[in-house]
Nanobody, 123 residues
Framework: QVQLVESGGGLVQAGGSLRVSCEAS????????MGWFRQAPGKEREFAAA????????RYADSVKGRFTISRDTAKKVVYLQMNSLKPEDTAVYYC????????????????WGQGTQVTVSS
């Protein structure tokens, strides 16, 4: 059982930056592909970014490509999402998740989820 705890959300102005973190409890953290998803009010959850077990490969949604960067620190068992040039439409609850599938896996292939952290971007 992998427990994931997100942190770092908050309120930021449009154009600003924010980094959210996700700490995993599992000693085998390095064997999981990690992903970030988000859900805005009244909308379905959507994929944002994913990173491979080694950290060498990443995948991004078109909506965040070039602005967001996903990374991981295996020693600390933490995955990060650095968000730059934030827009009001980035406002959502951000969830991290873990899967043993590849970075191309769909959200239903993720086995473990955090509780989410709120990111609000004001215009």
């Amino acid at each position: 059982q992998v427990q994931l705890v997100e942190s770092g959300g908050g309120l930021v102005q449009a154009g600003g930056s924010l980094r959210v973190s996700c700490e995993a409890s599992e000693r085998t953290f390095s064997s999981y592909t990690m992903g970030w998803f988000r859900q805005a009010p009244g909308k379905e959850r959507e994929f944002a970014a994913a990173i491979s077990t080694t950290g060498y490969r990443q995948r991004y949604a078109d909506s965040v490509k070039g602005r967001f960067t996903i990374s991981r620190d295996t020693a600390k068992k933490v995955v990060y999402l650095q968000m730059n040039s934030l827009k009001p439409e980035d406002t959502a609850v951000y969830y991290c998740a873990a899967t043993r599938k590849s970075i191309y896996g769909s959200d239903y292939e993720y086995d473990y989820w955090g509780q989410g952290t709120q990111v609000t971007v004001s215009s």
